[in-house]
Each structure stands twice: as C-alpha cells, then as structure tokens.
C-alpha cells in the first residue's frame, strides 16, 4: 500500500472523477445539500445517489446512463457521535459512479478494481472484499454472480468474505428498490489488528472505503422481492475516508482538510487542550459553512434547526476550552480558502455565511455564560430534568440534545424527554391559541351554516349568479353560504374580497364585510343595505373590482420582491409572512441586518424593472412532484395537497411560488413599485412595507409637494436642499460648542432614575447631536445622583447607535464596570466598544435594536448587583 501525504484530497476527488469520465461516465456537479425534488423521507442529503433518485425510479431520463459525482452530504444522526471516534463526520462528501441500466456487477467489479490499484496504488493483495452471504427471510443464497466476477478479475476466494443482510444488503426504505453490495477493505496489515482479524468483525486492521450497490430488485411488500426490470449500480466512497488511507495519518481529523481547522482551535485555545472539543469544532464549522451556502438558515425548525444545533453545538465546545468569543467566522474563513477550489460557491457567499455565523454565535453567546451557570448547578445537584431542559431552552437557547450531551459527559443520568417534550407542546398551544380559536371559530361556522361546501370560483371571474345554500346568525354578525361564491377567503397572507350580494330580482342587497375559510369552502360575511336574503333565493355576487385588482397587484409585487431579495441577497431569503391588501403590501423575509441604501434601491429597481417588462403571469394547476421539480418556491411550515396552484412568471425565468392568492395577468398591471419601509420584525427576520399603482402614484405627488415645500421654506432648489440642511446642522453644532445649552434637560434626565439595590441607575434613550454630546449628558447626569450611581445613555446619529457608559467608583467595587456593560449592549446592537471601568463608549450598526441594548445593559448592571 502506499502512503503519500503529498496526495492532497483535491487530488483524490479529480482521480475518481477523472478515471470514470475517461471511461463514458457523465461527471455531474454537486447538488445542493437541500434537495432540489420533493423528499419527505429526508430534511437533506445523505448519500451520493440521492439527487440521482428520479433517474433510478424512472421518473426521470438521465442526461447518461453512466455518470459519476463528488456530492456534498450530511447526517444528522452522526452530531452526537462527532469528537467521540476518528472518523465520525456530519459533513462529508461522497464519492460515486452510476449506471442505470447500463453495466452490472461485472463492469462495476472490474472499475473498482482497476481504479484501487492503477488509480490509488493500492497492491491487489491489501483489497479484500464482502459479498452478500444469504438470507433466509429474503429467501435468497449467497451472491454468487457478485463472487464469481470478483473470482474473474483475480480475486482470491481467501480474500471475498461471506456478509450478512446488516452488512451487505442495500434498501432504501421497508420497501422500494435494493439489493446485495460488495464493499471493498483495505488490509492496513499486523500493525492494526490481530492475525484472525477479518473484514466486518469492526476492528481496525481492515478499512471498508467503498462500497458498491447492485440494486436489482423490488421489495414490495416487505419480504417480497421481484427482480427489477432494470438493473443499476450505485457506489460511493468516501472522500475523507480515502484521504486518510492516502495520506498514511490515524485519523480523519489530521486529513489535510481538517488538519488547518485542528491547528486554529489549538491556536484559539486558553485552556487545557480538548482533542474531542476540536473534533467537534473542526467538523461543525465545516458542515455550518456547507449548510449556510446552500441557503439553510438558523431556526428551530426542520433543517434549521439541524443547522442551529451543529452551530451552538460548536459555540459551547469553543467556549469549553476558552476560546474568545467571534471564533467560528475565523473558522468558516479556513473552510472557505480549504474548500473554496472545489466549491466556488464558498466564496461567492462567504459574506452571508459570514453574516448567519456571527449573528448566531452573538446571540447565543449572551446567555450561554448564564445558561452553562444554571446547567453546572443543576449537575452539581445530580439530576436534569425535563423541566430544567426546557427551562434552557426556552431562556437561554440551549437545544436539548445539548443539555442532554453535557449532562451525559459529567455521569448525570437525563430522563426528561418526555416532560421536556410535553412542555413545549404546551408552549406552542399558548402561543397559537388566539390564532387557533379563530380560524377553528371560523371553521365551525362554515360548517354550521350549510354542510354543502362553496365553491370558490373567484379565479375566473368577478360576477357570479348562484344560490344562497345557508344563513347563520352569530355574535352580531350575519354569515352567508353560497352554492358558487367569486369571494376570496382570506389565507395566505392576502386579505378577503369585498364586494356586494344582490337578489335577482332587486329585492335586496348586503355588502361583504369579510370572507372566512374552512380548508376549501368558506362563508361569506354580509352587512345588510335593503331587504333581506333568504335560503334558496337566487343572487349576484359581485366582487369589488378596483379592490381586487389592487389586491392582486400587491400580491403578484410580493412574488417579484421575493426574487428581486433572493437574488440580491442571496438564496438564505425565504418568506417568513406577509400581508397583502389593496393599500400596501408587508412582506417579512429571513435576513441577518438592515438593508443598505445601495441594497434597497437596487431591488426597488429590479422589481420595477420586471414590471416594465410586461412579463406574462400564468397560474397553473399541477401535481405538488412537478412543482417541486420545476423548483417552485414553497412556504415553509406550509401544508400542500397532492395537486397545488403554482404562481409562474415570465415562465419562470425569475419566479416560481406555489399559492393559491389572486394575481394580476403581467406584471405591467402592478404600475409603480415603490418600497415604504425596511426593519426588524424578529431575529434573523427583516420587513419590508411597499405600495404600487395608483397608490404608490398618490406617494409619490405627495413627496413632490413635501419638496417643494422644503425647497420653499430653504429658498434653493431641490438638489441642493441637502446641502442647505448640512449646512444649517453645522451652524447648530457650531452654536452648541459656543455654550448653547443641550437639548437635553441633565436634571429632568436624573429624576428618571430608579433605585436597584442601595445604588442609583439610569438607563435612557436620548436625543444628543453626535457621541461626545451624548458623553457630556452622562457626565453632567452621574454628578446629580450620588456616590453610587450607574448611567447607560444611547442615540442614532446618521443611522448609527452611540452608547455611553459612566459608572461612580463605588459601584465599581461592587463589580459594575462601565466597559463591561457597554459592551453588553453594543453586541445587541451590532457594534462594539469599551473603556475605563468608570467610562465607557460604544458603537453599532442596526438603530432598530438601541431599546434592546439599553435594556440589555440595564440587565447587566442588576446582575452585578444582585
């Protein structure tokens, strides 16, 4: 066997690739680790012929019937083993050669071969191989076509080893396609095992590195198998695998992959060196990176939460062994430039998965101090329960299964799965329980006013000449049942129509206050104008026109904002709510900070610039697979039946969305765009607010008519009205320096400061033109409180919070210190500072968040105390 440390794992990855190409395969790239097609069995991808799953079952023609691949991969069922052994990876990648309908065993046999000796230098007396011994449940012997064509090719019967079905039969569910595998072993000889050792006994001496699949049959039902109509190959080895055999080292983590991200952890580290502490963080740092580029982000949901996990997970190891906070974006840099030749997707996003990594280790980074407090207490007690798990979770963000790890390695039992499990349940029945008795009070209303459902028939048309099927009155209010209803309920974010319901024969009407829905059907909501409607008198039934279409629009400009975010952005946006109305549209997306003027302007433009272009705007009803397929964005959390309304726009060069709202026939039909507002609505949640047509027209007079007022009262004209307002700002500042006195009141200032344990503190949100004047309102302030007195001032100044921090001696002694606590709040606000302990100042970046870092340096000063 020969071992070459200058074989890099770059180089590995282009042999394999390479010798298949050269010999008729298709080289396909990585997929995504997030598939691309509809899976409900997988959150990710786990193996390398995932992506390649349409082709196998016939759903789809392969561009070749050979091909091969390095695909990305990652297991979540690995996390907890990671930093235990030498070899356990979440993030791997998976080398594979293909064939569907093409070669067999023989062919597959013969690569593998060929490629271990001629392409990696293994000698043919090192590779043993296992086949498939047998299953009596199965009903099938041992594979003797697999050993007969290793026998072919020079094999030894010595070297093939007889394996079970646990070891060498594939399936990929209870039932589906699967078959026998033969997987090669490489003997590292008498140095690694015993004498008598033997492939699958789980020593070391012999290392499985690549296994090939002959998939050939159909189990269905379990138990029953039936010879496939085509038979297909699909192998994979695995790249890290072959790089440690490669490169003659005893564990994955000295690979050349891993070895940089080992050597900054021992770099970073302060304390007693944690070999499995630099496993983990050299593993989850690489499968962050992974997941954040292919637009996973942090949540606590799904492959979110997968992502979350695998990143606090990192977090609590980096702190374990005293490595300063800000440590995982030096990390994803060392994946990046590692990585980057391979995946140039790595640098094309290195900004936002830079933005998601330090975003979520500050934000668990303020209460993993608190939280691994309260954890040590309660191990020191001897026992975690379920309600203390919970706690964690819920306070300081700890994931259970990180609870659940820690309390494991310190020897203390954990059985609070279920308590934990049933409290959270509890908490999310609270925190939609007004949502749930809404629609579940509306549900029982639709049924209770006719059983027969409502058709909706809004799409087609505005009018509609129907039969009243049911009447209710309940809670003051009058709800319709019609047999055909043109009202559109509510749902998805967009508001319910408006409109009228007229008798035939003119002897009544009523107006449509609102339309509720239950799934498919729906009552109408009615306010009554003349006369009164009866069960089974016929009626028209007109939707508001102009309210529609207004509608419309803003639901179709929510469709192009989304694409205009993601392609600007980056493909992490996703739609995290919306509302859309005939007066505005809100639309809330996942998104780390504020936009920037640059950012806003360029998707205000994008969206505007689609519009101009007419593009047409077709819904199409089709199955929830071929949407998927089609790469329709879908909401996440959403609910979809097997048939689902796709929204396609200007067929689909920029925008696919499964909805079922109303929208206009092309884009021109919105008018003007014209973005309001851009904020914070959540963590890792920004809002924009937007209006169009004849709306954003009305806008946009009203703001010539505010210019020209301001170009009134400054006497210049419009372009150089920001010069003039410059220049007055500058004649205030230069007043104020000549003594003026400041805006703010330092008496009225001080009265608003609250007693904390024997101390003074004083906590505000001010006006102050630039830092120093905020400096010198915290100084004049602490001379009016007292010997014991703590002040945290803030203020945006040209869209950046200023912090000051002025603390009194003695609170110092007691352990409040200014720098300390300035920082506290400079990190939610997106900066950083410091100082003296008596007087400290600080910056950040996002001016939505100074309420919370004043309150977070209130918190900090009360813990000092208390």
């Known amino acids: 066997m020969r071992h070459n440390r200058r074989v890099t794992s770059d180089e590995i990855r282009e042999t394999f690739l390479s010798y298949f190409e050269n010999r008729g395969h298709r080289r396909m790239p990585s997929a995504s680790l997030v598939p691309a097609t509809f899976d409900p069995s997988v959150l990710l991808t786990t193996a390398g012929m995932h992506p390649l799953k349409p082709y196998f079952a016939g759903i789809e023609t392969p561009p070749h019937n050979r091909l091969t691949s390095c695909q990305k991969c990652f297991r979540s069922t690995d996390i907890e083993n990671v930093g235990n052994t030498t070899r356990h990876l979440t993030f791997f990648e998976m080398l594979g050669n293909f064939s569907i309908g093409d070669y067999f065993k023989e062919g597959a046999v013969e690569f593998a071969l060929e490629l271990s000796t001629q392409g990696f230098g293994f000698r043919e007396e090192d590779i043993w191989i ?42 990929s569910g209870p039932t589906g396609p699967c078959g026998p595998c033969s997987e090669l072993y490489l003997d590292r000889g008498l140095d690694w095992g015993g004498e008598h050792d033997r492939p699958g006994d789980d020593t070391e001496r012999f290392l499985e590195y690549w296994n090939l699949v002959f998939m050939q049959y159909d189990q269905d039902p379990v138990g029953w198998l039936t010879p496939l109509p085509s038979k ?39 304390r007693e060196e944690d070999e499995r502490a630099l496993r983990i963080l050299a593993d989850h740092s690489r499968a962050a990176t992974f997941l954040i580029a292919d637009g996973v982000v942090p949540s606590n949901e799904d492959r979110g939460y997968i992502l979350r996990r695998v990143m606090r997970r990192a977090i609590q190891q980096g702190h374990r062994i005293g490595i300063e906070p800000g440590f995982l974006p030096q990390f994803v840099d060392v994946v990046i430039e590692t990585m980057g030749a391979a995946y140039p997707e790595l640098h094309a996003r290195r900004q936002t998965i830079q933005k998601w990594v330090r ?34 979770h819920d306070t300081y963000g700890f994931p259970i299964e990180l609870t659940r790890e820690i309390a494991e390695e310190r020897g203390i039992p954990f059985g609070g799965d279920a308590e934990f499990t049933r409290l959270m349940d509890e908490q999310r029945a609270r925190s939609s329980a007004g949502a749930k008795v809404r629609v579940g009070g509306g549900a029982d209303v639709v049924r209770e006013v006719a059983a027969e459902p409502s058709a909706f028939t809004g799409y087609e048309h505005l009018e509609e000449h129907t039969t009243v099927t049911g009447l209710l009155e309940r809670d003051g209010k009058t709800f319709v049942k019609l047999a055909e209803s043109p009202f559109y309920a509510a749902g998805g974010g967009q508001i319910a129509d408006s409109g009228a319901i007229e008798c035939e024969d003119g002897d009544c009407r009523v107006l449509v206050a609102d339309v509720v829905r239950a799934g498919d059907d729906q009552a109408v909501v009615v306010e009554a104008v003349e006369g009164e409607l009866e ?33 600007r952005l980056g493909m992490h946006v996703h739609q995290a709510g919306s509302y859309v109305g005939p007066d505005k549209l809100r639309f809330d997306f996942t998104h780390t900070e504020r936009l920037s003027l640059e950012d806003r302007t360029a998707i205000e433009d994008q969206v505007n610039a689609w519009i101009v272009r007419n593009d047409p705007v077709r819904p199409i009803t089709t199955t929830l697979e071929e949407a998927k397929r089609l790469g329709a964005t879908a909401l996440f959390g959403e609910k979809y039946g097997d048939i689902v309304r796709m929204v396609d726009i200007a067929d689909g060069s920029y925008s696919r969305e499964l909805c079922g709202g109303t929208h206009v026939h092309s884009t021109a039909e919105i008018g003007l765009f014209k973005i309001l507002s851009e904020g914070s609505s959540a963590s890792n949640v920004r809002r924009i607010e937007a209006i169009t047509g004849a709306e954003a027209v009305r806008f946009m007079r009203e703001r010539d008519a505010q210019l020209a007022e301001v170009e009134d009262t400054l006497r210049v004209p419009a372009d150089r009205a920001a010069e003039a307002i410059a220049s007055l700002r500058a004649e205030v500042k230069a007043a104020s320096k000549r003594g003026a006195e400041p805006a703010v009141d330092p008496g009225a200032l001080a009265e608003r400061a609250g007693a904390v344990d024997g101390a003074q503190v004083l906590t505000e949100v001010v006006d102050a033109s630039d830092a120093k004047a905020l400096m010198d309102i915290a100084d004049r302030v602490k001379g009016r409180l007292g010997d014991a007195a703590a002040i945290v001032l803030g203020t945006v100044v040209d869209g950046r919070v200023h912090l000051v921090a002025a603390v009194t001696p003695a609170l110092v002694q007691r352990g409040v210190k200014a720098g300390e606590v300035v920082r506290a709040a400079a990190q939610v606000a997106g900066g950083g500072g410091g100082g003296r302990d008596t007087m400290a100042q600080a910056g950040g970046r996002d001016p939505d968040k100074l309420p919370d870092a004043i309150a977070a340096a209130r918190a900090a000063i009360e813990a000092a105390l208390t």
Do not use: C, Y
């Not at 041992?142 to 594939?170: K, T």
């Not at 101090?369 to 964690?392: I, N, P, S, W």
């Open 535 to 567: 069960v089974g008198e016929r009626v028209v039934a007109r939707v508001d026109p102009v309210v529609r279409h207004a509608t419309a629009a803003n639901h179709t400009a929510t469709h192009l904002l989304h694409a205009a975010l993601r392609e």
């Open 130 to 171: 296992t086949v498939f011994g047998g299953d009596d449940d199965l009903d099938l012997g041992p594979d003797e076509e697999a050993i007969e064509a290793w026998r072919a090719i020079g094999v030894p019967s010595e070297r093939i080893v007889l394996l079970g079905r646990d070891d060498n039969f594939w399936q």
């Open 359 to 392: 975003g979520e280790e500050e934000g668990f980074g303020r209460t993993l101090e608190q939280g691994t407090k309260l954890l040590d207490e309660l191990l020191a007690r001897g026992e975690v329960t379920g309600q203390d798990a919970f706690r964690l």
């Open 232 to 270: 297909n190959i699909d192998t994979g080895m695995g790249l890290n695998r072959m790089a440690l055999i490669q490169q003659g080292v005893p564990s994955i983590f000295e690979t050349d992959q891993f070895a940089p991200l080992m050597a900054l952890g021992r770099e970073l580290a302060s």
